[in-house]
C-alpha cells in the first residue's frame, strides 16, 4: 500500500511517522526510522510532542484505515463477536462453544480502553501497556480497587454468578 508522505518533514521524520503505525510504540518507530539507540527514546518522545509529526501520523492512519476499509464502529463490532465466542455464547471458527476467560479479559480491556476507562483520576501510571493473548499479566501491579472492578467486569462478562 503506498501512501502519500508529508513534504514538510525530513525523510527521517517520514519514515519515523511511517513506523509509527506498525505498533504504535514511539521508541522503537524512532530506531527502525534510523535515529541512534542513545537517543531513541528522547527523539521520539520530542517527535510525538510536534504538531505536524502528530499530524502526519494522524493524516497516514486515516489513509491506511479508509484503503483498508477498517472504522471504528468495524473494530468495535469485530471485539463484540470475540467476547461473545470467548464468553461461550456463539461458537468460534472450530464451530466449537467454549468459555475463554483470558481472553473476555484481555477484550474487555481493550473496549474499556476505548471508551476512556482507564483515563480517569485513578489511572496509575504503573498500570503496563496490554497483554497479548495467550500471554500472563503481572497483576501485582493493580491497586485492590482495580483488581475488585476487575474480578466483578470478569465474573459479569464470563456470565458468573456468585
Do not use: H
Not at 92 to 105: D, T
Request: proline content about 6%.
Amino acid at each position: 500500500m503506498e501512501l502519500a508522505l508529508s513534504p514538510t518533514l525530513n525523510d527521517r521524520q517520514k519514515r519515523f511517522c511511517l513506523e509509527y503505525l506498525v505498533d504504535q510504540n514511539a521508541t522503537q518507530a524512532a530506531l527502525r526510522a534510523g535515529y541512534s539507540p542513545l537517543s531513541a527514546r528522547q527523539i521520539s518522545s520530542e517527535l510525538m510532542a510536534r504538531p505536524d509529526v502528530r499530524t502526519e501520523i494522524d493524516r497516514l492512519s486515516a489513509e491506511c484505515a479508509g484503503k483498508l476499509q477498517i472504522s471504528v464502529d468495524w473494530v468495535l463490532q469485530s471485539l463484540m463477536e470475540e467476547l461473545r465466542i470467548a464468553q461461550g455464547q456463539v461458537p468460534g471458527p472450530s464451530g466449537k462453544v467454549k468459555s475463554n476467560p483470558g481472553k473476555c479479559i484481555r477484550i474487555l480491556y481493550l473496549l474499556g480502553k476505548f471508551l476512556g476507562m482507564w483515563n480517569g483520576p485513578t489511572k496509575r501510571e504503573t498500570v503496563p501497556e496490554p497483554v497479548p493473548m495467550g500471554q500472563n499479566f503481572d497483576l501485582s501491579k493493580l491497586s485492590d480497587d482495580e483488581l475488585e472492578m476487575l474480578n466483578k467486569i470478569t465474573k459479569k462478562a464470563c456470565g458468573i454468578t456468585n
